[in-house]
């Protein structure tokens, strides 16, 4: 049973910085490509940043470019989303993703598994 489990989320003020994690346990980690996407209230899930099979490749939506970071680490089946200069807009529930890909791409779209997601808020 796969099953991917977001940690680190929480209630900060804007300008602070936030790291997710997300466990990853029931698959073979390496051979997916690794996302965190949000939702906030009244939107669509949006992907916000994307990892490949090695860590070598990323890609990051516009809104968090320079901002956010993703990393993994496979020894550990766990992904990372460091978060700096958190806006207000940032508050959403943030999911970790899971997509069976080819070496070296950072694509994350037709994800094969979710997790449960984390709360992050960002006070004014």
């Known amino acids: 049973q796969v099953q991917l489990v977001e940690s680190g989320g929480g209630l900060v003020q804007a300008g602070v910085s936030l790291t997710l994690s997300c466990t990853a346990s029931g698959l073979t980690y390496d051979r997916y490509a690794m996302g965190w996407f949000r939702q906030a209230p009244g939107k669509e899930r949006e992907e916000i940043a994307c990892?490949?099979?090695?860590?070598?490749?990323?890609n990051y939506a516009d809104s968090v470019k320079g901002r956010f970071t993703i990393s993994r680490d496979n020894a550990k089946n766990t992904l990372y989303l460091q978060m700096n200069s958190l806006k207000p807009e940032d508050t959403a529930m943030y999911y970790c993703?899971?997509?069976?890909?080819?070496?070296?791409?950072?694509?994350?779209?037709?994800?094969?598994?979710w997790g449960k997601g984390t709360p992050v808020t960002i006070s004014s």
């Open positions: 993703s899971a997509t069976w890909a080819i070496p070296s791409v950072a694509r994350c779209v037709g994800v094969n598994y």
């Open positions: 990892v490949s099979r090695s860590g070598a490749t990323t």
